[in-house]
């Protein structure tokens, strides 16, 4: 196994919990919320930082301003020119490329197709759903009801899709920003996982 796997994925579509599955699977890593930590440590941000910027767009150049000012103190004038989105985003486009460049592992959101686009043994794979089957699975998962499961469906979506569309130079959840795109309400988790561990090897096959 060689393959470095990305995993771009509409909130709900169950996208997480199928990168843990595939990597499971193949026996490697898979890093979502894990790659916050890993940036913290090697960029010195504190956690919480990232987390706050987390998959989203940049917010007003202002508020990052007086946010930076805040955070460093003294070095405020050498960060002053760049929002601290950005640095946050290029904290982990950094740590993206470390974790990839260790070996197999599967990574999932935060524009790690973009980030590893250069590289050959990486397969790029984007997960979404129908809204029924994504509506009931936020539903259990955040024990809310139909109508806020939607809105928070819509809203986590357009978070990610500006933080993608902003920071990369694709389009998310367009087809051709990808390997492969697949609905999991189709297979369900367990099918999708099957299909995924089977491109996989095919890809690695092919490609020995």
Not at 6 to 31: L, M, N
């Amino acid at each position: 196994m060689n393959t470095v796997i990305t995993i771009g994925r509409q909130f709900g579509s169950a996208g997480r919990e199928i990168g843990e599955k595939v990597a499971a699977y193949f026996g490697i890593k898979c890093y979502d919320k894990e790659l916050l930590s890993r940036a913290a440590k090697e960029s010195g941000f504190c956690e919480e930082m990232l987390e706050n910027h987390d998959e989203r767009p940049t917010s007003s150049f202002l508020y990052n301003l007086v946010m930076d000012t805040y955070s460093f103190g003294y070095n405020a004038s050498h960060f002053v020119d760049m929002p601290i989105s950005h640095k946050v985003f290029l904290a982990q486009f950094d740590a993206i490329k470390k974790i990839a460049s260790e070996g197999p592992c599967v990574i999932v959101g935060r524009c790690a197709d973009y980030a590893l686009n250069d590289l050959k043994n990486c397969v790029h794979i984007f997960i979404y759903g129908d809204e029924e089957t994504k509506t009931k699975r936020i539903m259990g998962k955040y024990n809310v009801d139909a109508a806020k499961a939607k809105d928070m469906c819509i809203k986590k979506d357009k978070q990610r899709q500006s933080y993608y569309n902003y920071y990369s130079s694709k389009k998310w959840g367009r087809a051709d920003s990808y390997d492969l795109c697949i609905n999991s309400s189709v297979l369900g988790v367990e099918g999708t996982v099957k299909l995924l561990v089977q491109y996989v090897e095919d890809f690695e096959a092919k490609n020995q």
